[in-house]
């Protein structure tokens, strides 16, 4: 199992940006790949953003194309999550996850993120 810890929440006003930190412990973090999701309330938990072992590939949500970036430095068992242009409906909370196959078996905390209007 990898522990992971969230980091970089906050509030910000709308067209603003944060950077997401998820640190992993373990040396099975840069084989993997990385993704991001995300879970207002009252609502289900969505998908993000992903990120192959490598770096070299990525995949988001037609939500936040062209506005997030997902990024990794493996030597330092991270991943980020750059977003601007943020908006109101982008408030949730954001966990960092590893996946394992098809599937995301480790997840972390989740770090809040709210955009005021």
């Known amino acids: 199992q990898v522990q992971l810890v969230e980091s970089g929440g906050g509030l910000v006003q709308a067209g603003g940006s944060l950077r997401l930190s998820c640190a992993a412990s373990g040396r099975t973090f840069s084989p993997y790949a990385m993704g991001w999701f995300r879970q207002a309330p009252g609502k289900e938990r969505e998908f993000v953003a992903e990120i192959n072992w490598s770096g070299r590939n990525t995949v988001y949500a037609d939500s936040v194309k062209g506005r997030f970036t997902i990024s990794r430095d493996n030597a330092k068992n991270t991943v980020f999550l750059q977003m601007n242009s943020l908006k109101p409906e982008d408030t949730a909370v954001y966990y960092c996850?590893?996946?394992?196959?098809?599937?995301?078996?480790?997840w972390g905390q989740g770090t809040q993120v709210t955009v005021s209007s």
């Open positions: 996850a590893q996946k394992l196959g098809a599937a995301y078996p480790y």
